[in-house]
């Protein structure tokens, strides 16, 4: 252990220790609906080590055993020792249950390694029930949440991912880290925006660097990180513990590859041409036919053609046909067709994914009235739709 730490470069952050749990390098997969699956999350593992986080859980849902749930919330073969689960939940009794059906039951067939809570999400159908990132302004709520999942989960370490704030009138990210840490939390992810910016304009990373000064826990730090060394440059100008990744690897899994190099001081970064690209395509298109069967796995992959051939010269027939493309034959084929090509670094460094406009946050009827309120919204867990 010595030996790797001595070679780690300076500014490099150490291994990221999470009660029992390192995670080396400090990298972590965001959550992401529709993408961090087990084919996505198996994929940018073969490119670098990390934590590979699966996609937001509903807690009511999975209390209630929803199939579609518990089909998400399982382990691949080479998670079993490192399964992470983000939890979405308002009300504490039905956080702590499911947070008991996950480690003392195992319903997903494996015991996770690492629970993370979501305070982040800004999108209008969580937060107008008082959830994701309107939960936090909501202090004895928020509190009593976090204390219900570390209770539950004993020796399983239980961190949180929150935002700024609501909006530049109402931050919450100072005070959720200090309850975060008094309740238990292992570690906090903080996003550089409030939820009225969405994933519009840039993320803030001075609140990242308050925010490791206000608390001992450790503190990740998440927004714009497109390429390995906007990583570097985000611990070096926030002190943060390590880094959590979301869109920055949309269509470039290999992304986990280059933030391993770079926290081991290599400048080694991958530019794989369009022939390699082509062959990660279809690995990923080849480990979603096999997670949901070959139709049902290349309709599943249609969403992610856009990312990979970002900037790429494929031609807009080749490109329609790709994102109707049907079975891993047709894919190896019209792959097969478009000619090889450095990769095109014009799009280094550039956002990726959602770049929604920002706008007001949808809240419940009187949300910002009573920050000691501490009952969930009526009606605030019955979001069932299997994650």
């Given at each position: 252990m010595t030996a790797v730490l001595d070679a780690r470069p300076a500014g490099a952050p150490a291994p990221l220790r999470l009660g029992p749990l390192t995670v080396d390098p400090a990298v972590v997969l965001a959550p992401m609906a529709?993408?961090?699956?087990?084919?996505?999350?198996?994929?940018?593992?073969?490119?670098?080590?990390g934590l590979y986080v699966c996609e937001m859980i509903t807690t009511r849902a999975l209390v209630e055993r929803n199939e579609k749930t518990l089909r998400m919330v399982r382990a691949t073969t080479e998670e079993h020792d490192a399964f992470s689960v983000q939890l979405y939940g308002v009300d504490p009794a039905t956080v702590g249950r499911a947070v008991e059906l996950l480690v003392d039951e195992c319903v997903a067939g494996t015991r996770p390694a690492h629970i993370d809570l979501n305070f982040g999400c800004p999108v209008?159908?969580?937060?107008?029930?008082?959830?994701?990132?309107?939960?936090?302004?909501r202090r004895r709520l928020f509190g009593d949440v976090v204390s219900a999942a570390v209770r539950a989960a004993g020796d399983v370490p239980v961190t949180v991912k929150t935002?700024?704030?609501?909006?530049?009138?109402?931050?919450?990210?100072?005070?959720?880290?200090?309850i975060a840490q008094g309740a238990g939390a292992a570690a906090i992810t903080l996003h550089g925006r409030t939820a009225d910016q969405l994933y519009s304009g840039t993320a803030d990373w001075t609140h990242i660097a308050r925010l490791v000064e206000a608390v001992d826990i450790p503190v990740l730090g998440n927004g714009d990180v497109w390429e390995a060394d906007d990583a570097l440059?985000?611990?070096?100008?926030?002190?943060?513990?390590?880094?959590?990744?979301?869109r920055g690897c949309l269509g470039r899994p290999w992304l986990f590859g280059d933030l391993a190099a770079a926290f081991a001081g290599s400048t080694q970064r991958a530019l794989p041409t369009f022939r390699e690209v082509a062959a990660v395509m279809h690995r990923h298109a080849t480990l979603l036919a096999a997670e949901h069967g070959e139709t049902h796995g290349c309709s599943d992959f249609r969403k992610h053609v856009a990312w990979y051939t970002k900037g790429f010269s494929v031609g807009s027939d080749t490109r329609r046909a790709l994102a109707m493309v049907s079975s891993l034959d047709e894919l190896a084929e019209l792959l097969a067709g478009v000619e090889d090509q450095p990769y095109p670094v014009a799009v280094l460094g550039a956002p990726r994914g959602r770049t929604t406009p920002p706008r007001p946050v949808a809240l419940p009827a009187g949300w910002l009235d009573d920050r000691d309120d501490p009952r969930p919204p009526v009606g605030a867990e019955l979001l069932v739709g299997g994650g």
């Open positions: 529709g993408i961090t699956g087990p084919a996505f999350r198996t994929l940018c593992r073969e490119f670098g080590a209008p159908k969580v937060t107008r029930k008082g959830g994701g990132a309107a939960l936090p302004w935002r700024v704030g609501i909006d530049p009138q109402h931050h919450t990210y100072l005070e959720a880290g200090a440059r985000m611990v070096a100008e926030t002190g943060c513990a390590g880094v959590v990744v979301g």
